[in-house]
């Protein structure tokens, strides 16, 4: 057989077998393969995490706790009876009652609602805000992205709980919502120059990428451009920020209710169940270990998860 033949017979065969010539390439012939993806080879990746599953979970637990608490426990977390006062844990109660005779298991269930609502409603505002000021200043650049940088240097050197301390202190209103949505913008004004930071440094990258110099041939203006082909690229780093900073915000809110400047009763929040547990644990720590628990394992998740979604997409910790 010549050497033309004994080729000729060894690509037949690697045809039949279903593999291409090329060795050590597992692709069938003919078989057009999928381009991969940075969002799919993140999703491999965070498969094969328990962290991601673990975070993820309690997440999800978590949010389904604040949107139908009933699921949860069916006793009522307002039905307090003095004669119950520090009792052992009977019926639905499984952690017993607190000082006033109330459900503490319950209370802690329906304290995740106002907690995990004013992390998340900041997280959106604090997303929004760090948006348009980190898309502007890393694609108009120049004086735009001095002054906006030097704007953000300002905000980050002011602690953020000593602020929000100041500024909620001047907040005098008997309305649980006014002061619920007062807490979520001061947090929100105060925490967004991270995610600021992350969005301009994207858009500064894909601002270079040839696309972006196509469209620009192509006459699109400064806002299609923005719109269509910088904002995805500017999305996903965000999401990863907003995904940490939702937890801290939890934390912070419940650190201004402990203090008494936050959300007040008769809202339910798990700071105003640990400060109130606080001063009755002598009689029974029970009442501060359990909102105290929910709330510890509730920040975590988020920066557990946060931290999972971030090594997945930055390909030099895969």
Known sequence: MSDFETVAATEDQAAR????????TPDRVGVPQKPRSLAGDAWRDLRRKPVFWISLVLVVLVAAMAAVPSLFTANDPRDCVL????????GGAIFGYDFQGCDTYARAVYG???????GALSALLTGAIALVVGMVAGYFGRWVDAVLSRVID???????LLAAIVLLKRVSTSSDT????AVIFVLAVLGWTTAARVVRSSVITAKEQDYVAAARMLGAGHGRIMWRHILPNALAPAIVVLTIALGSFIAAE??????GIGLK????????????????????ATPLVVPSAFLALTVLAFIM?????????????R
């Open 17 to 24: 077998r279903g593999v291409s010539g090329e060795p050590g």
């Open 83 to 90: 004669s119950r006062q520090h009792a052992g844990a009977s």
């Open 112 to 118: 995740a609602r106002a907690s995990l609502l004013v």
């Open 154 to 160: 300002i905000v980050l050197g002011i602690p953020l």
């Open 178 to 181: 006014v002061r619920l949505f």
């Open 254 to 259: 419940a650190t201004l209710s402990f203090l």
């Open 265 to 284: 009763a008769p809202t339910i929040s798990w700071g105003i169940e640990i400060d109130a547990g606080r001063v009755h644990m002598r009689e029974s």
């Open 305 to 317: 998860l946060g931290d999972a979604i971030r090594d997945a997409f930055d390909p030099k910790l």
